[in-house]
């Protein structure tokens, strides 16, 4: 299950972003179920961010979504964000094998 996320800061606030995804994703990768949890920052618009994290299934996701970190930054996310976060939810139908 890949879960992709855009997020729009306030010109202002763009650093304040990049770090706290920085943080939540140390955090999440050592989620049982994270197989990767990647956050990019767009080179043409800096203060629009993409976070792609992928998990072994729904009920990883479902825990993540759930944990004390995520809901911490979203809270913070209220005020750092000019607008809510863009979700998108896609089933993974292939994906390499590891090495």
């Known amino acids: ?10 010109p202002h606030t763009a650093d304040e972003v990049a770090a706290t995804l920085c943080a939540l994703a140390v955090t999440s990768r050592a989620e049982p179920g994270c197989l990767s949890y990647t956050v990019h920052r767009r080179r043409d618009q800096p203060d629009v961010f993409v ?17 004390p970190p995520l809901r911490q930054a979203l809270a913070r996310f ?22």
Request: negative net charge.
């Open 78 to 99: 209220e005020t750092l964000l000019s607008a809510p976060p863009a979700i998108q939810m896609c089933d993974t139908i292939s994906m390499p094998s590891p090495l």
């Open 51 to 67: 976070v792609c994290e992928l998990y072994r299934d729904q009920a990883a996701c479902d825990a993540h979504l759930a944990s």
């Open 1 to 10: 299950m890949l879960l992709i996320a855009n997020l729009h800061s306030h």
